[in-house]
């Protein structure tokens, strides 16, 4: 994988992370200072989490093709175990202990249709962890991009994602974020054709500025497809054409930034709760201390949990023959 994408990976979470602690902050009646901006841009992290995911789809099909199966699978066992694991956490809470919760309760319809990435497409609202909701376009665009690699060249692709995303939208409740993934799969195809920016460090800023611009504007004036989605696109595209990261640190980085994401449900409310009733801080250091454990949080899950259950996982399924996942595919790197 690309190291630049792996931090730009780490850095999307990051963004989403000090959103939902500055929203949480403001939330608790006591607002941070230092991290306020990050309410009007901070959760511009899924844009580029998504512009992110058209890009690499497209890279790793390209060098690693797969039929729809093994593409399925394997993105399954990227992003299904540890968010089961946090889904299952958190109905296991609201069933035993309801008190902690203040607007949601159980519901065994919303825990199947959260384990099963369909929850706003049957109207349900959030799935039990909120930040899945992102995770439902995520396997929709997998399941999109897989069938499109099996019917059509991959330099064609991008073409019937966006036909579908189109219709769906059309149709539904899918909305033009979804256009992302092909913002992400049309950057993938022109540097699999060897197109580099010119000087790309000046895209990279261009970008950040834009997003900070757009941020200023009232809410809702600008589709989310342009106000976080062209300063993503730009963001990405130039970054890919820049010298590379390398080092384990990288890797680490971008492998971890999942699971952080996810794990920000659980520890950006509980460090509120506990530093509200043990201490008196100042709410920007507050915020900043929930920052910090979730970052630690997510990264002990990566290390500790995620990778060693992934890793048996594929070694269970490469020994079988008939789910094979393509042990011997080349990866992205």
Known sequence: MLGNIQILRFAAALLVVLFHVAW???????????????????????????V????????????????VDQFLIERALRIVPMYWILTL???????????LFSSSSFSVQKTLTSLFFVNSWLGQGYPVLYVGWTLEYEWLFYLIIS???????????????L?????????????????EFVYGMVIGLLYLRGKRLPKPALFVAGGVLLLAAFAQLPAGQLPRQISYGVPALLIVAALVCLPQVKGKAA?????????????????IPVVFRLIGKLFVLPSDLTALLA??????????????????LTNRMKDWLRASPRLDIGARSRPVR
């Open 24 to 50: 949480t902050a403001q939330n608790e009646g006591n607002p941070t200072r230092f991290l306020a901006g990050f309410i009007k841009w901070g959760e511009a992290g899924v844009d580029i989490f998504f």
């Open 52 to 67: 992110i995911s058209g890009f690499v789809m497209v890279l790793s099909q390209a060098r690693s093709p797969r039929r």
């Open 89 to 99: 956490l958190s109905t296991a809470l609201l069933l035993l202990l309801p008190g």
């Open 147 to 161: 069938l499109s690699f099996m019917l059509f060249p991959i330099g064609f692709t991008w073409i019937a994602v």
């Open 163 to 179: 036909a579908v995303f189109l219709a769906l939208n059309w149709a539904g409740p899918v909305e033009l974020v979804s256009l």
């Open 251 to 267: 890797l680490f980085l971008g492998a971890a930034s999942y699971d952080i994401y996810l794990i920000q449900v659980f520890t």
């Open 291 to 308: 920052a910090a454990v979730t970052l630690v949080a997510g990264g002990l899950a990566c290390a500790l949990v995620e990778k060693p």
